[in-house]
Antibody
Framework: EVQLVESGGGLVQPGGSLRLSCAASGLSFSSSWMSWVRQAPGKGLEWVAYINKDGTENSYVDSVKGRFTISRDNTKNSLYLQMNTLRAEDTAVYYC??????????????WGQGTMVTVSS | QSALTQPASVSGSPGQSITISCTGT?????????VSWYQHHPGKAPKLMIYEGSKRPSGVSNRFSGSKSGNTASLTISGLQAEDEAHYHC??????????FGGGTRLTVL
């Protein structure tokens, strides 16, 4: 059974930092493009970042470029999102998701349950 | 990276068919046949229903189908059932390993 388990969310002040983690099991992690997707309260899903299979390529939504960094450790079957200079508009549930496609095209067939990040003073 | 446009809500009676539209631009939906659709029940993880425009993952009912015309993709659910009531989100590849989602559509089964 595929499992993606996020952790690291919480309450942080504007300008602060958080590091999210996603532990994967039951899938070929090192063969999968991975992403972070978020959902702000009352809003739709928003793609945040992508990382390729070996961690050598990544991409971001414009609103987080320069502030967020996606990374992975295939030896630990883990995905990370380092979030710096957090803003109120980053408040959301953050999901870890696995892309089933070869090159990463948005076909997320496995999702975690999400971890809540609240940015507030 | 502008969000795709979906209707805020749609509704239908059990047994009917409904279609949810997802309008993008020539930079995403119009260029790539890489639209996916997700079903999302509150408090649960999203579920992939359609990928690469019209493909269904194993285990997804054939009542769900996807299509595209120009800059607009569509999800059709036939034979509506009570358990189909959920939020539905479209997502399109937008080049350079980036994605864009729609705002989501709430489906109500009357």
């Amino acid at each position: 059974e595929v499992q993606l388990v996020e952790s690291g969310g919480g309450l942080v002040q504007p300008g602060g930092s958080l590091r999210l983690s996603c532990a994967a099991s039951g899938l070929s992690f090192s063969s999968s493009w991975m992403s972070w997707v978020r959902q702000a309260p009352g809003k739709g899903l928003e793609w945040v970042a992508y990382i390729n299979k070996d961690g050598t390529e990544n991409s971001y939504v414009d609103s987080v470029k320069g502030r967020f960094t996606i990374s992975r450790d295939n030896t630990k079957n883990s995905l990370y999102l380092q979030m710096n200079t957090l803003r109120a508009e980053d408040t959301a549930v953050y999901y870890c998701a696995r892309d089933r496609s070869y090159y990463g095209n948005g076909a997320f067939d496995s999702w975690g349950q999400g971890t809540m990040v609240t940015v507030s003073s | 990276q502008s969000a795709l446009t979906q209707p805020a809500s749609v509704s239908g009676s059990p047994g009917q068919s409904i279609t949810i539209s997802c309008t993008g631009t020539s930079r995403d939906v119009g260029t790539y046949n890489l639209v996916s659709w997700y079903q999302h029940h509150p408090g649960k993880a999203p579920k992939l229903m359609i990928y690469e425009g019209s493909k269904r993952p194993s285990g997804v009912s054939n009542r769900f189908s996807g299509s595209k015309s120009g800059n607009t993709a569509s999800l059709t659910i036939s034979g509506l059932q009570a358990e189909d009531e959920a939020h539905y989100h479209c997502c399109s590849y937008a080049g350079s390993s980036t994605l864009v989602f729609g705002g989501g559509t709430r489906l109500t089964v009357l």
